[in-house]
């Protein structure tokens, strides 16, 4: 630590809105529901043709990214479109990536 600069530490309450964060990026379908926003906003019906999922299981997956506010939602007409609200997350998924990479790398590297 650099001297006169103090470390903060996180409140019991800072540390559990944290961790409700990282919980909403704990399902694989809300990944891909990620990861199907990334070209732009999308139908709900379309991002159940594109994950070859069921309507109510998208529907389920997208309700926490939305409350978490990492996307937004409107209605137009009677179709529901879904878009990225916060880009962060593709920074925090991509971080997520190189971490898993070079750990992947590290195994094939271990040789005996």
Not at 28 to 46: F, I, M, N, S, Y
Not at 78 to 100: G, M, N, Q, R
């Amino acid at each position: 630590m650099s001297q006169g600069r103090k470390l903060h530490i996180l409140t019991n309450p800072e540390l559990e809105r944290l961790a409700e964060l990282f919980r909403t990026f704990s399902e694989p379908t809300r990944l891909a529901l990620l990861q199907e926003l990334k070209a732009g906003p999308r139908a709900v019906g379309d991002l159940v043709d594109a994950l070859h999922a069921t309507q109510a299981n998208v529907s389920k997956q997208l309700k926490p990214l939305h409350q978490a506010g990492l996307v937004t939602r409107t209605r137009d007409g009677t179709s529901v479109i879904y878009a990225i609200a916060e880009p962060l997350v593709f920074e925090i998924c991509k971080l997520a990536c190189e971490k898993l990479n070079r750990d992947a790398s590290k195994l094939v590297r271990m040789r005996f």
